[in-house]
């Protein structure tokens, strides 16, 4: 039986966006400055470490994290009415329904927050294994959250894929040794995924008969 885990932020909805676009403007109007995408990139699907950071030592010091993590926080909780399935992501989705794969979801963020999401789309009871950033030490790019997933779904390494639309995301299920294609967003648009990984601009784009023929 074949699996397939999906990414949840910035793959299945457009939350990477809206957490962008949250972000620069907080930094923007509290502090004066740009974050550069190079910065941006390193934080996408992971930890928000460097983006402190940077922040820490472009301000010498006067960045507050607690602020700074409070206030995007009560932005996206905010906006959760207004979040989307990313477009044509159902598509993927119901062909592995279809088909019947299991279906898992292996997210660097909280259950707290992944949870309500797809029981607004009404996909909660698709999924046979959902791992989030409470269940493992290490989030992304560790594999721990996949290796976690495809366990739960007891399916053979050969038959399991991973979709994503970040760099930590690709390494993570990379290492845990998936088949993985990326569909960047607008805000992942930019990044080099690894050689050999096969990148598609949007979700109609991706060949599913020739993706999940092995």
Same mark, same amino acid.
């Given at each position: 039986?074949?699996?397939?885990?999906?990414?949840?932020?910035? &793959?299945?909805?457009? &939350?990477?966006?809206?957490?962008?676009?949250? &972000?620069?403007?907080?930094?923007?109007?509290?502090?004066?400055?740009?974050?550069?995408?190079?910065?941006?990139?390193?934080?996408?699907?992971? &930890?928000?470490?460097?983006l402190h950071d940077y922040l820490n030592e472009a301000t010498n010091g006067k960045f507050d994290q607690e602020a700074f993590t409070a206030h995007i926080e009560e932005q996206l909780y905010a906006g959760i009415d207004q979040l989307e399935l990313r477009e044509g992501f159902k598509r993927v989705f119901d062909y592995a329904v279809q088909n019947g794969f299991k279906i898992g979801l292996a997210t660097s963020s909280g259950r707290d927050w992944v949870e309500p999401i797809l029981k607004k789309f009404d996909l909660l009871p698709y999924f046979s294994s959902i791992q989030t950033a409470d269940d493992v030490e290490k989030i992304k790019p560790d594999p721990t959250l996949y290796l976690q997933a495809k366990a739960e779904l007891a399916s053979r390494t050969e038959k399991t894929y991973a979709v994503e639309d970040s760099l930590n995301g690709v390494i993570a299920a990379q290492k845990a040794g998936l088949s993985v294609i990326a569909v960047p967003n607008a805000a992942t648009a930019g990044i080099q995924f690894p050689k050999g990984v096969p990148v598609y601009p949007n979700f109609d784009a991706v060949p599913l008969e020739k993706v999940f023929a092995n």
């Open positions: 039986m074949k699996a397939i885990i999906f990414d949840f932020d910035g &793959t299945m909805i457009d &939350t990477e966006n809206l957490w962008h676009e949250a &972000t620069m403007s907080y930094v923007r109007e509290t502090y004066g400055i740009e974050v550069p995408a190079s910065i941006y990139e390193q934080i996408i699907g992971t &930890t928000e470490e460097p």
